[in-house]
């Protein structure tokens, strides 16, 4: 990154703002993430969903729009699609996002790339939607390894050139700093990090293109387990630390807290997959955020409800009459003393994926629930 370049941070930053404004602080459904179908067009071997395998229940194009409108009037400021599969090859995604768009919403969505054409690229842009983009490389030959797929990088570039040459790499500035709309989110394994200089070319192509470059540590789960995970997993912590310190250094930015946080406003919000199930952690979250230990995942997840057999209503009631129960038990402060005793220590290099420190995601959600249970639901 050239020394008098500025630094150009990815534009979720409102959300976080949003959560600690008067109207956000005390809005129930700050946000609704809408999962996508589980079909995918990769075969990652470090893929956590099982992307691509079939789910018999999913929820139809028609229920998820309906979902969203349901969302909207409950609230809801920001859309997420995510997890699973690829985004693009479920048939109610795009039809989402220009519905978003409509009623007002961000929208944030991950994505391959490799089903981008200039006119989907177009849709997205238009629509305001901010991108996470998997991009584990810029060798064809490893980033087809990380893909599972022969050539299918090639794919990946041709989608991201699409969004380029619609305006993705044009920066909007914001209260004095530059902010993009698209991220190229890299996943640290053996095979893209044997050699380290792989990496840093991904973030010095990113920088120069006025694009955010966000870290994903692997994690264990879907194929990413016994031989898989051990065989991907990166055994010197150390690596990875150093290559996040060296990406401070090159745009003199603290980048363990620069890393983008679009998740931070979800986990307070809803979290549908797409058979219908609304799920949540055992102290309220609605995203499985990484242990204080900095690697495992929360070992239970609970199903609050199903959108096919009850209301987004009835069940934003049972999450919240949940989250004040974990509130008044202790359990969200013993869980915040715990990421308090261990924000600075790195056991995997990385604590989450999307954010260094599992930390700075996990404390606007405490006090997001805090503020609701004791201002809002008296």
Not at 102 to 120: D, H, R
Request: hydrophobic share 35%.
């Amino acid at each position: 990154m050239g020394k008098n370049k500025e630094f150009v941070w990815f534009n979720d930053r409102g959300v976080l703002e949003y959560l600690q404004s008067e109207e956000g602080s005390r809005n129930l459904l700050p946000a609704v993430s809408i999962a996508s179908s589980p079909d995918c067009n990769m075969a990652c071997p470090h893929c956590i969903y099982d992307a691509g395998e079939e789910n018999e229940e999913k929820l139809t194009p028609e229920e998820k729009i309906s979902l969203l409108e349901e969302a909207v009037d409950l609230g809801a400021k920001s859309l997420q699609i995510c997890h699973e599969g690829e985004p693009l090859l479920d048939p109610a995604t795009l039809q989402l996002i220009e519905k978003a768009s409509k009623s007002g919403l961000k929208t944030f969505m991950y994505s391959n790339a490799s089903l981008i054409t200039p006119e989907i690229a177009q849709r997205l842009y238009d629509n305001g939607v901010c991108l996470g983009i998997h991009f584990d490389s810029l060798n064809n030959e490893i980033f087809d390894k990380m893909l599972g797929r022969k050539h299918a990088s090639e794919e990946i570039f041709q989608g991201l050139d699409n969004l380029l040459r619609v305006g993705y790499n044009q920066p909007t500035e914001i209260d004095g700093r530059l902010y993009t709309r698209l991220s190229l989110v890299t996943t640290l394994t053996s095979i893209n990090t044997q050699n380290i200089g792989e990496i840093k070319n991904v973030a010095e192509y990113a920088w120069d293109n006025n694009i955010f470059f966000g870290i994903a540590r692997l994690e264990q789960g879907g194929r990413a387990t016994g031989k898989v995970w051990d065989a991907l997993r990166i055994p010197d912590k150390e690596k990875i630390i150093g290559f996040v310190d060296w990406c401070s250094e090159q745009t003199g930015i603290d980048f363990w807290n620069a890393q983008p946080t679009p998740y931070c406003i979800g986990v307070c919000g809803l979290q549908i997959a797409d058979n219908g199930n609304v799920w949540m952690t055992q102290y309220g979250g609605s995203c499985d955020f990484t242990e204080p230990d900095g690697e495992s995942f929360p070992e239970k997840i609970i199903i609050i409800g199903n959108v096919k057999r009850d209301s987004l209503g009835n069940i934003l009631q049972r999450v919240w009459g949940f989250r004040q129960a974990v509130f008044h038990n202790g359990i969200l402060d013993r869980k915040l003393e715990d990421y308090e005793r261990t924000k600075d220590i790195y056991p995997n290099g990385l604590q989450d994926c999307g954010s260094a420190k599992t930390h700075t995601l996990f404390v606007p959600f405490y006090n997001y629930v805090k503020g609701i249970v004791e201002n809002t639901l008296v």
